[in-house]
Each structure stands twice: as C-alpha cells, then as structure tokens.
C-alpha cells in the first residue's frame, strides 16, 4: 500500500482548537509525509514555533505566512504547489480526523487508482446545541462510482459532500480541479463537483472524520445574487461543467424566490421542476436538521434526498 501523503491546513486565529488539531494529526496510525500550513495574516510570531512544538517530529512541517488575511481558497491554491506525495486531504482547525482516517482513505484509492478522491458519511459535532449527528449516504451501495453513476445519483438524490471527509489522488487534483480564488468561495465544493464529473469517486461506509458546526464559522452561505455570478462565470469559463450542474439540478441552493434573476441574467434553462421542489426540499432542510432529534435526523435526511 502507498503510504505517504500530504496535509493542507490553512489557519486563521482558530487558536481555540490549533492544539487539539495538532493533536489528531498525530495521532493518525499513518503518519503524513508533511504538514504544508498556512498562516493567514494571522501576525502571530510565536505561530510557527508553536506548531513546530507540537507536531511530530517525523512529520516535515512547510510553513507559509501571509503578511494579510487572503481566505482559504487563495490559501488553497497557494499551499497546492507544495504537494509532493501521492494523496493528500485538507485539515480545518476544527475538524476531527479518526485515527485510520488516512489508513482506509489510502486503502481505497490504491484499490481505484483512477479516482480523484474519497469520501466517508458525515458526522457532525454541533457545538451550538451540544449534539452530534450522523449522516448515512443509504443509496451509495458500492465503493467506486464511475462519471455516468456519479451523474445519476447526483441528477436522483440530494446530498452533499463534505471536504472534511475527502482524500485525493494528488496527481490527478494537480493536473485537473478548479479549487482556486477565481472560481468563487465555493470553490472547494464545486471542485468535488467537477472532478466526480470528470474521473467518478470512491466512497467508503466507514465513520473516518467529523464537522464541527459553530458559531462565526468561516461559511459558504451565499446570496441568490452571489451563486449566479457563479454561475455565470462557469457558463463562461467552464460550459462543459456548467451544463453538467444543470442537468444535475445542483443549483438547488438559489432560492425559487430568485427565478426572475435567472431569466435576467439569461439563466433559464436553469429553471425546471425538478430544480424548483430540490430548491423547496433543500430551504426546509437548512431550517430543520439542527431542531430535530439526532437520532431521527437520518430519517430525515433520507426524505430530503
């Protein structure tokens, strides 16, 4: 089995979980190959010294500093240039990686070398109401989906996935993915999107990592005015993308209150039924998931997909 891998951390005055973090890094059963952390205008000079400290030794530390705050997707794009080993996956400060989260996730993509990436079912610690919750993907019955499976499921079922939960193949992120500043501060999401378009995915029905969900979070919560632009610049820039989003209907995010908007900006053919009920489904959704007891969530998420 190919062991060696990378992790990408962008950090940004997150102090409250940065050791913890560290933490799990180590505490993998596979150790990664390097730590590449990006300190984003943080202005901290103590920072490196303290990751130094805490992470393992055998892990080689690469530390970029930004003299300014620049996001994660800039960050991303940035830090990317320093991949060197076969698989790497991006670390929050906040998320929890299991032990053998590196160890089932690299098991999987040297059994399917021609994925981009792996996911597992997503687990999420709310720090908000103090509860966990689990969701499940029922309908993923297999390990590895090619692109023509991944458009059908995608097209039938509502779900998303979740960054925290992936692994990639980093040779074909390197040549391929559209994970940068231009594209949008979805850009990691849409990224997953547009590799599965391209190479498929591989998932795993294992528990290997969780989402923290809190309070002044770095989110994607987007306005409707906000997700066409984006829209518009994929219809420009990326066609072949834009028309699988569309035929996915995984514009469900825009509300049905913003259909005149889309027949402003010359995006109807955005607009059908399938879209209009998944754009119903999804609002409910949003509002419902942390209300509901956690033991029935599943069940409900099985309804909203």
């Not at 891998?5 to 390097?34: E, G, H, M, R, T």
């Not at 996911?119 to 966990?132: E, G, T």
């Amino acid at each position: 089995m190919t062991k060696n891998y990378d992790i990408l951390s962008n950090f940004y005055k997150d102090y409250k979980f940065l050791k913890k973090c560290l933490v799990n890094i180590n505490k993998q059963s596979i150790l990664a190959k390097k730590l590449i952390f990006t300190d984003d205008g943080n202005n901290n000079p103590n920072l490196k010294k303290f990751i130094r400290k805490n992470l393992n030794k055998k892990i080689k530390l690469i530390y970029i500093r930004n003299k300014k705050n620049l996001g994660p997707e800039k960050c991303t794009e940035r830090a990317a240039r320093y991949i060197s080993s076969t698989f790497f996956y991006n670390q929050s400060a906040d998320d929890l990686h299991f032990p053998d989260f590196a160890k089932h996730s690299i098991e999987a993509l040297d059994k399917y070398p021609k994925a981009p990436y792996v996911f597992s079912n997503l687990l999420i610690n709310n720090l908000n109401n103090k509860k966990n919750y689990k969701l499940k993907y029922f309908f993923l019955k297999k390990n590895y989906f090619n692109k023509e499976e991944v458009k059908k499921i995608l097209k039938n079922k509502q779900f998303k996935i979740y960054h925290n939960t992936v692994m990639f193949n980093s040779k074909i992120y390197l040549k391929d993915n559209i994970q940068k500043k231009k594209y949008g501060p979805r850009s990691d999401m849409l990224n997953l999107y547009y590799l599965a378009s391209k190479y498929g995915f591989v998932y795993i029905n294992k528990d290997l990592s969780a989402f923290t969900f809190r309070k002044n979070q770095y989110g994607k919560i987007l306005s409707d005015t906000l997700l066409i632009e984006e829209l518009l610049f994929l219809k420009n820039k990326k066609i072949k993308f834009y028309k699988f989003l569309s035929d996915c209907n995984l514009h469900f995010d825009i509300s049905i209150f913003s259909i005149k908007k889309l027949y402003d900006n010359k995006l109807q053919d955005l607009v059908s039924i399938s879209w209009f009920l998944r754009s119903i489904k999804f609002w409910i959704w949003k509002k419902i998931r942390f209300f509901v007891p956690a033991r029935i969530l599943q069940v409900a998420f099985k309804f909203f997909s």
